[in-house]
């Protein structure tokens, strides 16, 4: 195949509609007819980043009698979920308010967006996510925006040193060259309102064009219809790498930094071109507040910027006007976010000097997770089959890891018999005993501060890629693996910096290590009783001789053909399974008739595994009928008779399609399992 066929098949991937949509050019004229078509073009940056946000949809749901909104933006589907964020909808709902109260003008829109939080609680995930959002919005039809460039004649080019074109250093709104003193009046003229939208366009052009500007209404007499003849407005896409309407600001040492970095600098070549160091087509105006404008600039570690950024970040936020060297002030349309974390925050708290930044701030807090189940999304994004090949991951290996994280975050129940385990049950959707929604919303309140410290995800994180890594963890890594890892680290762990702390941490790995023995124990015991047909045989045992008992009636014998009363040891010994007591078992077996009797006059048929306690107590039953049976403690000792490993091939399989095992996996627990048959703490 020649070398241009291939050119060919890889240009006809190309959509070329769509790139002359991406670069589409008109006259000024055209752009107010496109205006007048869809007024959306010419919103705030506020404005744009909130629909943004809302284009991709949302969700509700009712968590403990709490109404919740959740964006889709934030699961970054778009991505398949490269840079999801999990289990922080309150917070992400408090943002989105903020950035409607902006979109709407309601004051917001001039403050710092400020994200705190402990570290790897997901702040700067946040403004990746919305850079990237604002950047892709931007080249869709729904996101689009213009800007224009100058264009003169060869009589002209004297504004420009001779360049044919000129464009908008700061990426400005057309709409701008509508002087402002008639602005509001030709809006409205023009028609350019529609549907409850009025385009607001607020300041002058900035100070490059704005000398252009003025000298062709000089040239011109003062007719406006002639200057803006020399207007060429273009479609522009938002772009974090080209520095166009997306900044970046990360503080460094500070002789190596300077505020012109924020607002640009003088371009001191260009000086001989138009003979003074302030003519503003001799400035660049590339600092990052010039570069975001119409657009987003994050601020990384905000607090930790030197006093001589505040002026500017302040006339920035307040004013939204931004101070170039040598010249007027500048006005801007941007959206800034900074984040920091918790040490940082609570310095400027003590700091009296920076009470106007404070006060020109709108926190939010974002916590870590204190849901487990969410947390565990975290991991599994991660540490999944897709990504992780030719290594098993056990089955709950992820989830004691992300428990004992979630645990390290939450404060003890102050009012409530609970333990700290129970209180994640609770906070995770389980039920308890005695608990209601009320509850866990009472618990959550209680607990100000709760999800601001504890063990990072990072931290999480890196010590199951050590696992992986290592070389029992060549074919698989268990929950015992990761446990021990995380407990090991905890002795150079650099964010624990007291004794206490750390004996706190390694008291909770030994909870999630007691969660897992009661998960496993359960699992094996559910797969050795888990003869669907065995589970029915003793059912309907049962039931036969609870329906005697209740009309007090006799049981055939199968076996003899004799009528027997009903064996009160039979259903003793399947009630106490779940703590019927003595007392109440008539209670008991008259529910489990009336249930029967219910279901029959809606002409179904009953079905134990409908009935949860139950199906428990069956399950339960049979195990104890079968455990010894299947000698499971003799895998201990290594002396398994055929018979025996028969049976224990069949547990092993039933963990390995129930449960998510490999054979390896499963020999573990079962050996695992067995060794706890024989310390005989298998109740």
């Not at 709902?93 to 829109?109: C, I, P, Q």
């Not at 608990?435 to 501060?449: G, M």
């Not at 015992?480 to 650099?494: A, C, D, K, Q």
């Not at 706190?504 to 003869?531: F, H």
Request: hydrophobic share 35%; with cysteine; charged share 30%.
């Amino acid at each position: 195949m020649s070398s241009v066929s291939l050119v060919d098949r890889v240009a006809a991937l190309q959509d070329q509609k769509r790139y002359e949509d991406l670069h589409w050019t008109g006259t000024f004229e055209e752009y107010l007819d496109l205006v007048r078509r869809n007024p959306r073009v010419a919103r705030t940056a506020y404005e744009r980043l909130y629909d943004m946000v809302l284009s991709h949809g949302t969700e509700e749901y009712v968590d403990s009698k709490k109404k919740i909104t959740r964006y889709r933006f934030f699961q970054d589907e778009v991505h398949e979920g490269r840079d999801a964020i999990f289990g922080l909808d309150i917070p992400l709902m408090r943002l989105v308010s903020v950035l409607k109260a902006a979109a709407l003008r309601y004051g917001t829109e001039r403050r710092i967006i400020l994200l705190h939080g402990p570290v790897g609680s997901s702040k700067s995930t946040i403004a990746r996510l919305l850079k990237k959002g604002i950047e892709e919005y931007s080249r869709s039809p729904e996101g689009a925006l213009y800007t224009y460039e100058w264009t003169l004649p060869e009589g002209l080019r004297y504004l420009t040193a001779g360049q044919e074109s000129f464009s908008s250093p700061m990426n400005e709104e057309p709409l701008k060259l509508i002087p402002s003193d008639v602005r509001e009046q030709a809006i409205t003229s023009l028609g350019l309102e529609r549907d409850g939208f009025r385009p607001y366009i607020r300041g002058n052009l900035n100070p490059a064009c704005r000398f252009i500007f003025r000298e062709l209404m000089l040239h011109y007499k003062g007719d406006w219809s002639k200057v803006v003849r020399h207007v060429r407005v273009k479609r522009l896409l938002l772009s974090e790498e080209d520095r166009i309407g997306i900044g970046t600001f990360q503080p460094k040492d500070e002789k190596n930094q300077d505020s012109t970095e924020l607002t640009g600098d003088i371009n001191y070549r260009r000086i001989a071109e138009y003979g003074s160091d302030t003519d503003p087509r001799a400035f660049n105006f590339d600092g990052e507040f010039n570069v975001a404008n119409r657009g987003v600039i994050e601020f990384v570690e905000i607090l930790k910027l030197d006093v001589a950024f505040l002026y500017d970040l302040l006339g920035a936020t307040q004013e939204q006007k931004i101070k170039p060297k040598k010249f007027a002030q500048t006005d801007i349309d941007e959206v800034i976010i900074g984040h920091t974390n918790e040490a940082e925050y609570n310095r400027l708290l003590e700091n009296k000097f920076m009470e106007a930044l404070r006060d020109r701030t709108v926190k939010i807090d974002v916590p870590y997770i204190t849901k487990l189940s969410e947390e565990i999304k975290i991991y599994a994004k991660d540490y999944n089959p897709k990504k992780v090949r030719g290594r098993f991951i056990a089955p709950h290996t992820l989830e004691m890891a992300a428990m004992w994280a979630i645990l390290t975050r939450l404060e003890d129940p102050k009012k409530h018999q609970l333990s700290l385990l129970q209180k994640l049950k609770l906070f995770d959707g389980k039920t308890l005993p005695g608990f209601t929604q009320d509850s866990v919303k009472e618990l959550r309140k209680e607990a100000i501060r709760e999800g601001m410290e504890g063990i990072s995800p990072r931290y999480i994180q890196d010590k199951i890629a050590n696992c992986l890594v290592s070389e029992r963890g060549q074919m698989s890594i268990n929950p015992f693996m990761v446990l021990n890892e995380l407990e090991g680290g905890l002795r150079s762990h650099s964010l624990i910096n007291n004794d206490d702390q750390r004996k706190r941490y390694t008291e909770l790995l030994a909870v999630v290590k007691q969660e897992y023995e009661d998960i496993v124990k359960n699992e094996v015991q559910r797969a050795i009783s888990a003869d669907a047909d065995a589970i029915a045989r003793l059912c309907g045992n049962y039931i036969d001789n609870v329906k005697a008992y209740t009309q007090r009636e006799k049981v055939k014998n199968p076996y003899t053909g004799q009528d027997e009363e009903p064996d009160e040891r039979l259903m003793r010994s399947i009630e106490t399974k779940i703590d019927i007591p003595e007392s109440r078992k008539d209670d008991f077996r008259r529910e489990i008739m009336n249930y029967i009797g219910a279901l029959a006059i809606e002409g179904k048929q009953f079905d134990y595994r409908t009935n949860e306690r139950l199906y428990k107590a069956l399950e339960l039953k049979l195990f104890e009928d079968q455990k010894d049976s299947i000698k499971l403690t003799s895998l201990v000792s290594q002396v398994v008779d055929r018979e025996a490993q028969e049976k224990i091939d069949v547990v092993k399989q039933r963990l390995i399609r129930n449960y998510g095992y490999d054979e390896i996996s499963a020999s573990d627990v079962l050996t695992y399992v067995a060794s706890i048959f024989a310390r005989g703490e298998m109740k």
